[in-house]
């Protein structure tokens, strides 16, 4: 199971390039944001892991994805207040960071992102 630190790299890693020319912008808020999504992911993998094992523990991908979908609109919410970014490049930019944290998510989780 990855962790946050391990996420939050992944998520850091792709940030300036899928943030482009507004990395610039973003990059004063952004770490703290990830971070907070890292500590999110990790806790919605563990828990669809825990599902996994024992379905009376944990909550199933189902839930982990509408929670995964809540986080994602969080982060956007606050990126969007403090950036110029419009909703429709935010949207694309932190799917793109998402997007690195596949590679270090496994199983059920990273099929969620």
């Known amino acids: 199971m990855a962790t ?5 790299k992944a998520l850091m890693t792709a940030a300036p390039a899928a943030f482009g020319t ?8 952004v770490p703290a944001e990830l971070h907070k ?16 094992l024992d379905p009376s ?8 994805k509408v929670l995964l979908k809540m986080q994602k609109r969080a982060t956007e ?6 950036t ?9 930019t932190i799917n793109a ?3 690195a944290a596949k ?5 059920a989780v990273a099929a969620l992102l």
């Open 4 to 8: 946050v630190d391990q996420i939050y």
């Open 22 to 29: 507004a990395w610039k912008d973003a990059q004063g808020f």
């Open 37 to 52: 999504l890292a500590v999110q992911l990790e806790s919605i993998a563990d828990n669809v892991a825990k599902f996994e």
């Open 57 to 64: 523990q944990g909550y199933p991908p189902a839930t982990g």
């Open 77 to 82: 919410n606050v990126l969007i207040a403090v």
């Open 84 to 92: 110029a970014l419009t909703l429709i490049a935010l949207e694309d």
């Open 97 to 99: 960071v998402l997007k």
């Open 103 to 107: 590679g270090v998510l496994s199983g």
